[in-house]
C-alpha cells in the first residue's frame, strides 16, 4: 500500500555535527518528496521538496537525497544547531489525478536533538 | 503574507458532543487539506477542498466532514465525538493541492473527555 514508513528513531547530534535522517517509501510510483520539520506546539514547517526527475536537491544547509533504485530519501542537515531540534517528517505524494489532491503520505517521524 | 490560520487553538468536548474547527488559508491558495496528527497514527490525511468541492478523502468515519467557503476558507465537523478522536487536527493549504508544498498552520488540539 501507500506508505512511507518510518518508525520514529531517535538521532542524538552535538552542534555542529552533520545530520543524516533517512526515509523508506513504498509506492515506487511517487514522483514528488518533501521534508518537513515539526517543533513542539506547532504546525509541520517545509524544509524542502524533491521531484522524481532529480536525485539531489540543495537548499541552505539542508540537502535531500532521492535514491529511485531503492525506494529511499534522505535529509542531510549540516552543521547541526540546537534551533534544529524538532521531529523531522519525509512525506510523499502520488500524482495520480483524483486520489492524489491535497494527499501527503507521511512517515512516521524522526526526532533530532542537538546538543550545545 | 500571513500564514494558515487555524482556530481556536485548544477545545475539550465531552464524548458524543460534535466540534466545528475552522481554518483560514494563505492568501490565494484555493486547496486546502485537513490531517489528523495523533501519537500512534501519526499523520493522517482526512480531506481535501477546492473551489468548495471536496476533491479528496481519506479513510475516516463519516462523521468527519467539512466545506469550504468561496473564499477558500474552510471548516471540518466532528460529530458524536468518541475518545479516540483526540488528537492535533491541522489544516494545510496549497495552490492547486498536488504535487507541491503544503503550508500548514498551528494545529487545533482537541481533548475529547
Known amino acids: 500500500g501507500e506508505s512511507v514508513g518510518l518508525h520514529l528513531p531517535t538521532l542524538s547530534v552535538q552542534e555542529g555535527d552533520n545530520s543524516i535522517i533517512n526515509c523508506a517509501y513504498s509506492n515506487s510510483a511517487s514522483d514528488y518528496f518533501i521534508w518537513y520539520k515539526q517543533e513542539s506546539g506547532k504546525g509541520p514547517q517545509f524544509i524542502i521538496d524533491?521531484?522524481?526527475?532529480?536525485d539531489k536537491r540543495q537548499g541552505q544547509r539542508v540537502t535531500v537525497l532521492l535514491n529511485k533504485t531503492v525506494k529511499h530519501l534522505s535529509l542531510q542537515i549540516a552543521a547541526t544547531q540546537p534551533g534544529d531540534s524538532a521531529v523531522y517528517f519525509c512525506a510523499e505524494n502520488l500524482n495520480a489525478g483524483g486520489t492524489s489532491y491535497g494527499k501527503l503520505t507521511f512517515g512516521q517521524g524522526t526526532i533530532l536533538t542537538v546538543h550545545p | 503574507k500571513a500564514g494558515v490560520t487555524q482556530t481556536p487553538r485548544y477545545l475539550i468536548k465531552t464524548r458524543g458532543q460534535q466540534v466545528t474547527l475552522s481554518c483560514s488559508p494563505i492568501s490565494g491558495h484555493r486547496s486546502v487539506s485537513w490531517y489528523q496528527q495523533t501519537p500512534g497514527q501519526g499523520l493522517q490525511f482526512l480531506f481535501e477542498?477546492?473551489?468548495?468541492?471536496?476533491?479528496n478523502k481519506g479513510n475516516f468515519p463519516g462523521r468527519f466532514s467539512g466545506r469550504q467557503f468561496s473564499n477558500s476558507r474552510s471548516e471540518m465537523n466532528v460529530s458524536t465525538l468518541e475518545l479516540g478522536d483526540s488528537a492535533l487536527y491541522l489544516c494545510?493549504?496549497?495552490?492547486?493541492?498536488?504535487?507541491?508544498?503544503?503550508?500548514f498552520g498551528s494545529g487545533t488540539q482537541l481533548s475529547v473527555l
Open positions: 494545510a493549504s496549497s495552490l492547486q493541492g498536488i504535487n507541491e508544498k503544503l503550508f
Open positions: 524533491i521531484r522524481s526527475n532529480m
Open positions: 477542498y477546492f473551489s468548495e468541492t471536496q476533491r
